[in-house]
């Protein structure tokens, strides 16, 4: 089945370590996102990509880096430089950003601080 | 600047009609969205619409009045499972054609 697929499904970080939260997509989709939540609160915007090899900062970029060296592929660093990173982070894709068709989404990381 | 504002919480009784509203400033409007999110999970997608008007897709339908800024979400015969929390999001030009989130409605459903 096409979807896409997000990995671990939870996370625990330790002070001053940087973690990589994985995100794999089969549909074939162009622009791929990475969201923030925290609770009680609406999706904010971190990065987006949207072709291979280009991303632009969302919103709340600081603390974060992506990479898109792959259609299928968009991973989320967390790095030590993020100093509240502790939220529920979820991917999505779309298959072009103007698209009147809504944005997939993975099933989501739950990051904590240990 | 971009703004979406929506009910905190609501309250309904099973069987019962409700009704979410959402509004939003914007410039440059180009489509608005709900979802349905259960607590600890992805949201999923319920409607979208970029005409004023009415989309109706079963027990559930959307309205959009771009004048006004103005969209609800509309429940009919609700469902114990229909307790959930309901997310709109508008894209615009001002916000770069990036969805901007509304923080969402709680909405619970009582026997």
């Known amino acids: 089945d096409g979807g896409i697929t997000q990995s671990p499904k939870y996370l625990f970080r330790k002070e001053g370590q940087n973690v990589t939260l994985s995100c794999e997509q089969n549909?074939?989709?162009?622009?791929m996102y990475w969201y923030r939540q925290d609770p009680g609160q609406g999706l904010r915007l971190i990065y987006y990509s949207q072709i291979v090899n280009d991303f632009q900062k969302g919103d709340i970029a600081e603390g974060y880096s992506v990479s898109r060296e792959k259609k299928e592929s968009f991973p989320l660093t967390v790095t030590s430089a993020q100093k509240n990173p502790t939220a529920f982070y979820l991917c999505?894709?779309?298959?072009?950003?103007?698209?009147?068709?809504?944005?997939?989404f993975g099933d989501g990381t739950r990051l904590s601080i240990l | 600047g971009q703004n979406i504002d929506q009910p905190t919480e609501m309250t309904a009784t099973e069987g019962a009609i409700v009704q979410i509203n959402c509004t939003y400033q914007?410039?440059?409007?180009?489509?608005l969205f709900w979802y349905q999110q259960h607590a600890g999970e992805a949201p999923t997608f319920l409607s979208y619409?970029?005409l004023d008007g009415l989309e109706e897709k079963g027990r559930f339908s959307s309205f959009l009045s771009r004048s006004k800024g103005y969209s609800y979400l509309l429940l009919k015969e609700l469902q114990m499972k229909d307790s959930a929390s309901y997310l709109c999001a508008v894209r615009a030009r001002d916000s770069n054609y990036q969805l901007i989130w509304g923080a969402g409605t709680k909405l619970i459903i009582k026997p």
């Open positions: 999505a894709s779309i298959s072009g950003a103007l698209s009147n068709q809504p944005q997939h």
């Open positions: 549909l074939n989709h162009d622009a």
């Open positions: 914007t410039s440059g409007f180009n489509g």
């Open positions: 619409n970029v």
